[in-house]
């Protein structure tokens, strides 16, 4: 089960979501959104450093990803931040095409980065919306889609393709069991939460973060 945690800025802040078992952080590079990672902040001591695993409460585990989040945006701005912040997934959430997507990883790698992922996201309403990502099954690596009038049960059903994905929109105490247990597509691999444990000054309430991962880890043992 994935735990991703997308929107997070401030460097404390970062820190403390790192360590809270989650897997993924999103850095959002949307300069028109509250969340946008400034340029100043430095990937370096943020964040575990990038071993193969590292060590949290004693048990060695995989290294928290990072995910550059973007939204048509140039070519060579997604190149520039994935070396800069030496990222582990793009995710993409616009009007990006296959071709673009395609070009922008064979620009990448192996020339830039060793390997990098593509997350492609959709906001879904409903089974059309999923359907699209049908156009990037082979890809993308990973899709995201946020429900927005659609249940998550719908979404995960009415997917067909292979390739893995996360769920996300709304997602807090109140939903996760709900969501969890009504899943059954073998291609559902986790969660992504945006702004749903946010404190009034837009970073992320660790405490209650917490222990939502250690509700869920629980229940999908």
């Not at 190149?79 to 582990?88: G, M, P």
């Not at 292979?162 to 807090?172: E, M, Q, R």
Request: proline fraction near 3%; hydrophobic fraction near 45%.
């Amino acid at each position: 089960m994935i735990i991703k945690v997308c929107g997070v800025w401030d460097a404390e802040n970062i820190r403390q979501v790192a360590a809270a078992d989650v897997d993924m952080l999103g850095f959002v590079f949307d300069k028109d959104d509250p969340h946008y990672v400034k340029s100043e902040l430095s990937y370096a001591g943020i964040i575990p450093d990038r071993a193969d695993t590292d060590v949290r409460d004693g048990v060695e585990r995989d290294r928290v990803a990072t995910a550059g989040v973007f939204a048509d945006e140039m070519p060579q701005t997604v190149i520039t931040q994935v070396y800069n912040y030496r990222l582990d997934y793009v995710q993409f959430g616009g009007g990006e095409s296959r071709i673009y997507i395609d070009n922008l990883r064979r620009t990448l790698v192996p020339d830039i980065v060793a390997q990098v992922k593509i997350i492609k996201a959709f906001t879904v309403e409903n089974a059309a919306d999923v359907a699209r990502a049908a156009d990037f099954e082979g890809a993308a690596d990973m899709f995201l889609f946020t429900a927005k009038g659609a249940a998550w049960r719908d979404i995960a059903a009415a997917y067909k393709g292979s390739t893995p994905f996360l769920l996300g929109g709304g997602i807090n105490f109140d939903s996760a069991e709900r969501l969890l247990d009504g899943i059954d597509n073998p291609h559902f691999a986790g969660i992504n939460i945006s702004g749903e444990f946010d404190l009034p000054d837009g970073t992320v309430d660790t405490e209650r973060l917490q222990r939502f991962v250690e509700a869920v880890r629980r229940s999908t043992l």
